[in-house]
Structure formats: structure tokens, C-alpha cells
């Protein structure tokens, strides 16, 4: 398998290269060369595996022989031996048309541990067979940080600096993140919003000569190891569901801001997974929305919300979509993310309006709308949702039709959210994990939401 760039200018590259580069360094995102096809006859035999033996033969279609199977294994079975959950992603049935997937059984209660714990792995494996350092640089809106400080923090031969949108995220993710005191972990709060954060890791993988001094590796869904990886549990959901006897095509709905999560069950069904609807959930902050809705691809203004993980303008994922919308033609994604740089939008063409509706249904939920979704379900079924999973629900409810089964994403533990909660009366108990982060000293350092400034930061840490 070999990884190519949605701009067309990078030459193809094998897995673990794909991965130490993160963001392609002609500024697009690796994508597969091709996407390898799973037919129903192969479905069919992979009905009763676990989730770690799913997940290898998974892997294997997109890593080939660079690493050796035995040695693959062992990675995933360490990456996933350590949920909470023998299942790692569980189904829960709600009612006749909805199940929700549960995949917050990880170690940070978030459904980024699905990718993270893996690619925290794989760093590590790749520092010992190249005798190097890994300097890993992200930034979060909330989960990503504190999975993939988990997935590396005491790491020999990693470093990670992870930046957050200084009182934009919940005190439990703030915590999980800023409170681990390894000497190979950094938490720079900035000034500014989460793509204000987004924009500067970008800007700063796009610095190839920065890149290359300091090493610089990806975390955030820029890097392709993390879609990747999040395609196995819409495999994992569909079988366990034909496994009972539903052999209808079923939706999935998606909270999704970064475009990651959705874009994963769109190269799941590229692959052949029989996949109906794919709804794509977001909250105020609804330029996905619009854009499957419009056709109009363009930044509004900043809401922020009880879904906090969701408040995201600028989607890093939406180029790899774009790529395969226009026919895998580089040009023109090219040409296409230039105008959206010079002129903060994209609009896309009547005759592609049908493709992207076919490909995807959306529903942008408000913020009363998700705190009532979160307190009907509770009342109705005795199951509490966090308030991303709630916006998820909200729109299958709006866009499932009678007779058609949804799967809800469930993207986080709802005690990352109890200030949300609480807003509709529900008492919850944190989990134990979570109840003990409270008493503990946090570590992290304010940053202006300059470039110059955090770059100084990143070559006194590195």
C-alpha cells in the first residue's frame, strides 16, 4: 500500500512513512493510493472475530508486510487490552431503530483512545526500530489531548506538546490532560479558540525545515493511522449487528466537527461496507452542515456550545473528502483549498451537490435541543448520553425513516460533561478514574495565540 497527497505533490510513501509525516509536506493529507475492497464473502468470515482480530485484518489491507504480522498483533492487543470493555466498542440497544456504540471504554472515557492508544503504540515501536526521538505535536478540543498524552506519557524516546483552547474544554478533559506530570508531556493553554490552535500546528507541519529539525510527528486526525483505525469499529458495529440477524443496510449517525470520525465510515463504505445513510451530526458551529446541505463550504461565526468538542469551524478532514468529491483530481483540490485561503470559502458545483448528498445526510442540533435529547433519553430508556453523543441521537431521530436502524456514535463518557448535565437536573457518579483527577495538582503553561510564541515554546521543550 502506498500513500499519496491529496495536492499531488509529495511522492508515494509506505505506511510508517505516511505516518511520521502527518501533514503531507506540500501542505495536503496522505491519503490511501487506492482503497482496498472488502466483498460480502469476506464480511461474512470476519462475522465472529474480537475486536483486536477485526482491527488486524484491517490494519494488514493498509500496512501490507511493512510490519510483520506477529508484531502487528502484539501492538494492537496491547493497544486495546487495556478497555474496559471486553467488546472495546460495545452496542447498546435503545429501541427498534437505535443502538448506540459505545466508545469511551478507554482509558480517558473518549472514543479518541480507539486511535490513539494504537498510535501511541506504533510511535513507540517506531523510536526503538529507528533508534530515534519522536516529537509529537498536536492540539485538542477536548479528548484528543488527553488520549494521545495517555497513549505516550513515560514513553522512552517520545515527547508530546499538545495545545488547548484556554477555558474551551471541560474541567474533566482539562484535567485528564493537565494533570499528568511526566517529563516527556506538555499542555500549552492558548488564548483563542480550538481552531486558532488547529491553525498553528498546521502552519507550524507546513514549516518543512521546523518540521524536519525538531521531528515534528502528528496526532491529531491529520494523520492517517487515525482514520484508519477509528474504520474498524463501523465494521466491528455492522457485523455485531448482522451477527443478531439485521441484514439491512443501517445508518450511522456521527457527531463529528473535525470530519474525522464521519470521514472513517465514509472510507469504511468506499471499501464496501454496506453502509445506508451517514449522518453527520454537529451543533451550532455548522459549516458541515451547510456545506452538505448548500454546497457551501465557509467559516461563520463562533459558538461555543455544551457540546465543546464540536465547536470547530475549520474541518482539518474535509480535504480528504474534497479529494475523492473531485474524482481523486489533486489539481483541483489544490486550486480548491487555495481559494478557500485566499478567500475563506469553497462552493461547490450543482452537477457535485448530488454526489455529497448521497454520500451524507446533516443536521446541525441547537444547544436546548441537545440538553432536551439528553434528558428525554434519560427519562425514556434510563441511559444518559454526554452531549456530543446527544447531538448524534438528535439527529438520527430527525433523519432515520420508519423501518431503518441507526448506530449513534457515542463519543465520550457522559462524566467528561456533567456541567451540561447537571443543566437538566440529572445527578451523575463519576467513574473512579475520573473522581480522582479533581484533587490533584495540574500542570500546564499559558501561551498567547501567536505562532513565534509557541514556537519558542516547542524548541525549549524539544
Known sequence: MEYISTRGQ???L?????????LADDGGLLVPKTVPQVDAQTLQAWGKLTYAELA?????LYIGDEIPRDELSRLIEDSYGTFRDPDVTPLRRLNNGLYVLELFHGPTFAFKDIALQFLGNLYAYVSKQTNSIIHILGATSGDTGASAIEGVRGKEGIR??????????????????????????????VDGTFDDCQRIIKELFADVAFKHKYHLRAINSINIARILAQTVYYFYAYLQLAQQGQSERMNFSVPTGNFGDIFAGYLAKRMGLPIGKLILATNENNILERFVNEGMYEPGEFRGTHSPSMDIQVA????????YLCGEDAGEVSRLMGQFTTEGSIVIPSERMNQVQADFAAYGVKNEECLDTIGDYFAKYDYLLDPHTACGVAASDRLTEDGEVTVALSTAHPAKFDESIRLRGIEQTYPEQIGALFG???????????????KAELEQFF
Open 316 to 323: 482539518s478532514n474535509f480535504e480528504r473528502y474534497l479529494y
Open 440 to 454: 490533584k495538582p495540574q500542570h500546564q503553561k499559558q501561551v498567547g495565540g501567536a505562532r513565534e510564541a509557541i
Open 14 to 22: 509506505g505506511f510508517i512513512d505516511a505516518i511520521l509525516m502527518g
Open 10 to 12: 509529495v511522492a508515494p
Open 160 to 189: 508530546i506538546c499538545i495545545l488547548h483552547p484556554s477555558g474551551k474544554v471541560s474541567k474533566v478533559q482539562e484535567l485528564q490532560m493537565t494533570t499528568v506530570d511526566d517529563a516527556n508531556v506538555l499542555n500549552l493553554a
Open 56 to 60: 488486524l485484518e484491517i490494519f494488514t
